[in-house]
């Protein structure tokens, strides 16, 4: 039995690739916002970290808060969407 499945997918441009990104039901874009805020908090503490080492790269400590608000927006969106479902 052949069905036609209709994939959604988002296109984020980083640097000069494309990412794709497939997602077939809502729980794909949950997961999506999960991964997007642990990634932003993983980069915050990288931020701080190199910048902290580095003194040519003293403006990554000066601003690894930057990331912080689209992880914190990212997880309260994973957060009730997930609500929503239970």
Partial sequence: ???????????????????LIIYKTSFGMKILFLILGILSFIASIAM????????????????????IPLGVICIIIFITKASKKS
């Fill in 48 to 67: 701080y970290v190199i910048g902290n080492d580095s003194s040519h790269l003293s403006e990554l400590k000066d601003l690894f808060f930057v990331p």
């Fill in 1 to 19: 039995i052949n069905k036609i499945v209709k994939f959604k997918c988002l296109k984020i441009y980083l640097g000069h690739y494309w990412l």
